[in-house]
């Protein structure tokens, strides 16, 4: 579950508000919260900024929050920039390991059937919430076409 509270130094008590009415609200419907999955997170463009400075420590119950760089929702992995520079990379490497794994699972060399093999199981990885995610710097559209390059280049070498 992501719960997003824009907090600045004037709502400070807000968010906490927030965070004891999710409590309340699970406790009323009977819901355990996974405490242990949820964190805190800026998302700033200013570098240097310490997490810890001008914020308080934010409670669910009696669990204190943890601050965190990174939170992973839905499979994607959000930075404190939005720039999802960690969550490209990552891609990026399941999508190689992906491939090389069919070349070494499939005994077919066939091109239709290993073609149908990365549409089914390594453009999924591709594709998934990039409307969320999608790349825009140069760099991180690279590292996306470098996996369906590579894969295209060695299939080729095969055959």
């Known amino acids: ?43 700033s463009n200013r570098d240097g900024v310490n997490i810890t400075d001008c914020s308080p420590n934010y409670k669910i119950g009696a669990h204190v929050l943890h601050w965190s760089d990174e939170t992973r929702d839905l499979e994607v992995i959000i930075d ?42 390594v453009r999924l990885l591709l594709e998934y919430c990039t409307s969320v995610w999608s790349p825009y710097t140069v760099s991180n559209i690279n590292k996306i076409e470098s996996c369906q390059h590579w894969s295209r280049y060695v299939w080729y070498a095969i055959f």
């Not at 600045?8 to 009323?28: G, K, S």
């Open 1 to 43: 579950m992501l719960i997003v509270c824009l907090c600045v130094c004037h709502t400070r008590v807000l968010c906490q508000i927030v965070c004891d009415r999710l409590a309340t609200w699970a406790e009323i419907w009977q819901l355990r919260i996974a405490l242990d999955k949820c964190n805190i997170q800026r998302i």
């Open 80 to 121: 404190k920039k939005l720039n999802f520079n960690s969550h490209v990379s990552a891609v990026a490497h399941k999508a190689h390991v992906r491939s090389s794994l069919i070349l070494i699972t499939f005994k077919t060399r066939d091109p239709i059937v290993l073609t149908q093999a990365f549409i089914t199981y």
